[in-house]
Structures are given as C-alpha cells and as structure tokens.
C-alpha cells in the first residue's frame, strides 16, 4: 500500500502569515486522486482538497492543493485564526486508501 | 444538510464484538454515487480506512482487518453499521462514520466520531 508523509509535523505561523504544508508518497498517486482535510479538537474532520487541486464546497479560496505523482502541497495563504487546526493528506487513487500522518498547525 | 451520528457502546472487552451504528439524517442512504465508509484513528496515530459499502450491496474491507469486519446496512433505518470481532487494545481508537464520494473518490461528509476503549 501507499504510505503517506507528511512535513513537516508542526508549523508555527502567525496569522496572516502563508503554510505550506507537504504530503509525499511511497510511489506515485493514481489519477492525482488526493485529497486533504482539516481536523479540529472536538470536530468531524473536514473535506479541503480533492483531486489534488480542486476545492470542496465551501471552502475559501485562501486554500490550494498542488502537485502530482508523488508530490503534493496544501498551501493556506494568509492564515485566519480558524485555520490553526492538523491537517491530513489521503490518497485514494492505488487502493487501499491510505492517510499521511497528519501536519499540526499551530500559532507562533 | 446531510448528517452523521456514530453510535454504540464506549468500551468493549478484548476478544469481544465491536458493534457500532451509523444513523444518517439530512439524505438517504440509497444514493448510487457514495459509498458508505467507516474509519478509525487509534491514539497518536494517523487515519485507518476501515471499510466501504454501498446500498446496493458491495462491500470493501482493508486488507488487513477484512477476515474480522462485517459491514451492513438497514435501508429502512436509513443507518449502516461495523462489527470488528475478537477486538484487542490496538481497536481502541476514535470511530468516525463517513460517506464516499465514488466518483470524485474523497470522504466529503464525517460524523463526529466515537471514542471506543477496548479493555478487560
């Protein structure tokens, strides 16, 4: 199966500021078919990214997903208090799906 | 809005039967394009796909828990369900109910999740 990793593991930011967030994979991603989720204490986990590079519904545009193969970004450009959350990479394009291992962000 | 309820009981004892519930409110269960999904995330690590069923009838399980998970659903309920047999400390793990998009392949819709302990 795929492994998932992300990086890095924390990311201390202020808002405002810009993340980066990276998720690799073990080989290459069938069909781009990644996705990413934020995850707050206490929530259901919510849909961002699918499709490597497509918004959900409802979700702001401050959010883009990018890359390919076995490379792909989430990028937050400028950071709102609600977005400090741990984020999740999931690729389901070489079954069985599989999660990276989450990347916490946190305010600075 | 579509919503998703875990339910079942918060502690199970090793070699035992984990039961849970899923009751779906907001949308029926008897759509062609999702899939219905249950995932866990045991303490500390990352998110584990358990397994996937759709109304119609199909099931998929992960390879590795397939010999001990039974996935159904009760169409009139409009709720699905897990069973994990002969559960050991490592089941112990947030149980989170989920739909599958099926054709954009992504878990657009979560339930809240339930905290199952397994211990004596």
């Known amino acids: 199966e795929i492994v998932l990793t992300q990086s890095p593991g924390t990311l201390s930011l202020s808002p405002g500021e810009r993340a980066t967030l990276s998720c690799r994979a073990s080989?290459?991603?069938?069909?781009?078919?990644l996705a990413w989720y934020q995850h707050k204490p206490g929530q259901a986990p919510r849909l961002l990214i699918y499709g490597a590079a497509s918004r959900a519904t409802g979700i702001p545009d401050r959010f883009s997903g990018s890359g390919s193969g076995t490379d792909f970004t989430l990028t937050i450009s400028r950071l709102e208090p609600e977005d400090f959350a741990v984020y999740y990479c999931?690729?389901?394009?070489?079954?069985?799906?599989?999660f990276g291992q989450g990347t916490k962000v946190e305010i600075q | 809005q579509l919503q998703l309820q875990e339910s079942g009981p918060g502690l199970v004892k090793p070699s035992e039967t984990l039961s849970l519930t899923c009751i779906i409110s907001g949308d029926s269960i008897k759509t062609d394009s999702y899939w219905w999904a249950w995932i866990r995330q045991p303490p500390g690590k990352r998110l584990e796909w358990i397994g996937s069923?759709?109304?119609?009838?199909?099931?998929d399980y992960y390879p590795s828990l397939k010999s001990r998970v039974t996935m159904s659903m009760d169409l009139s309920k409009n709720q699905f369900s897990l069973k994990l047999q002969s559960v050991t400390a490592a089941d112990t793990a947030v149980y989170y109910c989920?739909?599958?998009?099926?054709?954009?392949?992504?878990?657009?819709?979560w339930g809240q999740g339930t905290m199952v302990i397994v211990s004596p």
């Open positions: 069923i759709h109304y119609r009838g199909p099931t």
């Open positions: 999931q690729q389901y394009g070489n079954p069985p799906q599989t």
């Open positions: 989920v739909r599958w998009d099926g054709y954009d392949g992504d878990f657009d819709i």
């Open positions: 080989q290459s991603v069938g069909s781009n078919f």
